[in-house]
């Protein structure tokens, strides 16, 4: 009954800090004993659910995880750090997310988990694909086959398309057919349609391009019944590209049309941005260059905006990551500080358990020494001189709580002195960073539209009557000296950027 209370306060939505997006009260509950090994895991599966609709609030539940696991419960921590680590790969942050795929890595290795560890080092596999270390990449999705015995068509797919990445087409064919071959004896569908997707762009490189379409409708199939939206649209462009190239326009532009019309519900910059790509191409191949020219102008457009809202997304996800990692450190520092605050709490209790004997102790003496009527007087002349040590015991320990007082209102100058030094510098790095961005925006913009029009009169011009070639030139020499005029004017403000600069040190 008390893990079912626990989850369920975990679940309702937190409205009382400012930026945790954990309750208090389950905090507390966290905080307040030690957990075992079952709760542990419900909790670190209760992270796993956030990460698909809130990564930072997974992060902050597994952080608090990792803390309190004290016990030798490594599995549960591993779990916890791959949790922290998936947390950081959902926003794009690879290099923090490695750093805990390596520590779980560590945890499971240190209890011998040859599961836990095989598929903690596909995820390490995975970030240096990503981050285009193709040999340290291969290196751990090896290692990740040999633990898991060869028996997980996902890690062998992921091989063959690093393999794909370096341009060793046999080679990746080899992995995506075994990958294939475990996959249907699994009857995974997953890795099925991943592995139809692999061999039909190794057609499409090799030109076979009916073997390329037929395997990329094999994989669209099995997309359409996992309902994966993105792979159905990125599969409708594979076949699009395929038809272009086969020449097979028709066919070519229904894909796109089905890839747009899919698009339009759903927020994809990047894959609206191949299909403006993929309309270029077929327009180019065709003949329509008006259409295609257009094409190419709101191509390179989306992918200016992308260019900046990735830099703005970027900055975002870094100041929540330093954000994530001040919590941490400041529930870090409250855990210690509540330590010790019981620890003080238990000392006083003692001390006041010691006085309270010794004045029961003293008033059996009192009466001892009434009941002798000859030893009154130096009965009470040492009680009174008890009395007295007692009161100055009294009066320590008043001017110990007023030191102490005292020290708390210094303590609590320093922390709002150093939050504002904390704001202030925030809000430096915060222009800082503005002016970076808008300088890079303007730069791009400037340049992008001449270079593009240049681009375009280049294509266009072997396709001209030879009438209208002079003319197509004369623009091609008007854009070159707006290019020209461009790159003088940049050169002019970025050396005055420098002189600003040099001012300012």
């Known amino acids: 009954m008390k893990r079912v209370i626990i989850l369920f306060i975990l679940c309702i939505p937190f409205a009382g800090r400012g930026q945790s997006l ?8 966290l905080n307040s004993r030690k957990l075992d090994s079952v709760e542990i895991d419900q909790f670190n599966e209760l992270a796993n659910t956030f990460l698909k609709d809130n990564p930072v609030k997974s992060r902050e539940l597994a952080t608090i995880l990792i803390d309190i696991n004290t016990s030798p419960y490594s599995r549960g921590k591993a779990r916890s750090l791959t949790i922290l680590g998936n947390s950081y790969w959902s926003e794009g942050a690879y290099e923090f997310a490695l750093q805990y795929y390596l520590q779980s890595a560590r945890a499971y290795q240190n209890v011998n988990d040859s599961l836990g560890l ?35 068509p996902i890690s062998l797919y992921n091989i063959g398309e690093l393999y794909l990445f370096m341009g060793d087409y046999e080679k990746a064919k080899n992995y995506f057919r075994q ?11 997953r890795a099925i349609a991943y592995c139809s997707w692999g061999l039909g762009k190794i057609k499409t490189i090799e030109q076979s391009y009916d073997e390329a379409i037929q395997l990329f409708h094999q994989s669209l199939s099995m997309w359409e019944e996992l309902g994966e939206i993105r792979s159905i649209i990125q599969l409708h462009q594979e076949i699009g590209t395929a038809y272009t190239l086969q020449k097979n326009f028709l066919n070519a532009k229904s894909s796109l049309e089905k890839s747009t019309s899919m698009i339009a519900g759903i927020n994809v910059p990047d894959l609206k941005l191949k299909n403006y790509f993929l309309a270029y ?3 180019s191949a065709q003949g329509n260059l008006s259409t295609a020219l257009s094409s190419l102008l709101q191509y390179n457009l989306l992918k200016d905006s992308i260019y900046t809202l990735q830099k703005a997304d970027q900055i975002s996800k870094l100041q929540t990551i330093y954000e994530t990692e001040v919590r941490a450190r400041e529930n870090q520092d409250l855990r210690y500080q509540q330590t010790l605050n019981n620890s003080q709490l238990k000392n006083q209790r003692t001390i006041i358990i010691i006085i309270s004997m010794g004045l029961l102790l003293a008033a059996t003496m009192a009466v001892l020494l009434f009941r002798q009527q000859k030893q009154i007087l130096l009965s009470n002349i040492k009680l009174s001189e008890k009395n007295e040590k007692i009161i100055h015991q009294n009066e320590a320990i008043q ?11 210094q303590l609590q100058d320093l922390n709002k002195n150093l939050e504002t030094r904390i704001q202030e510098r925030t809000q430096q790095l915060y222009l800082q960073n503005q002016k970076l961005t808008d300088y890079t925006f303007l730069n791009a913009h400037k340049l992008r539209a001449p270079v593009a029009t240049i681009l375009g009169l280049i294509n266009l011009i072997p396709r ?6 002079p003319e197509a030139i004369a623009h091609l020499k008007n854009c070159g000296e707006h290019l020209d005029s461009v790159v003088r004017e940049l050169g002019a403000d970025l050396e005055g950027g420098i002189i600003d600069s040099n001012e300012q040190n």
């Open 22 to 29: 954990l309750s208090d009260s389950l905090i507390t509950i």
């Open 118 to 152: 095989g598929r903690t080092y596909n995820n390490i596999g995975e970030v240096y694909k990503k981050l285009n270390d193709y040999k340290k990449s291969l290196e751990y999705l090896t290692a990740s086959l040999s633990l898991k015995k060869n028996k997980a």
């Open 179 to 189: 990958s294939l071959a475990l996959a249907n004896t699994l009857e995974d569908n």
């Open 281 to 283: 191409k077929i327009d």
């Open 399 to 409: 001017n110990q709580a007023a030191e102490l007082k005292n020290l708390n209102l």
């Open 464 to 469: 001209l009557p030879a009438a209208e070639v």
